[in-house]
């Protein structure tokens, strides 16, 4: 599994760095937001280190389904799968991404607007 030293991600699955964990399977790991955008904001990342959604796609057999899989149960659990979710990679840095450790952003709990900024 590959792992960046210099990634804030990578220190968080290495349990170096403090978060608040409500989900993991053999290859994600789930926590909340540290500046949450809605009553639920939790992050969907990948154990192993990939730099954004298209090279977990690119990646191992089935890991993208994971961590759909994973957002699906934590809407679920949050309670939010009824009202309805946003699920969000921000891929690239015209798209917004900051952290370069791939995540699925799982948003609801509020009315989502749309058009995104
Ligand atoms: P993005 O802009 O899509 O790359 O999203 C990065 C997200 O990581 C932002 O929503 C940040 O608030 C979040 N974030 C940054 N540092 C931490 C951390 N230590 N724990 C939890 N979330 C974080
Ligand atoms: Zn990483």
Redesign the pocket.
Known sequence: MAVETDC??CK?VAKE?P?EIVHETDRTLA???????APT?V?VITKGHHADAGAVADADEGLADEMLKAARTIARKEGVAEEGYRL???TGAA??????HA?L?VLGGRDLRWPPG
């Open positions: 804030l991600f968080i760095i978060a926590f909340r937001d540290i500046n949450p955008q904001h992050l969000v990679f921000n798209a917004g991404q900051t952290v370069f995540h952003h």
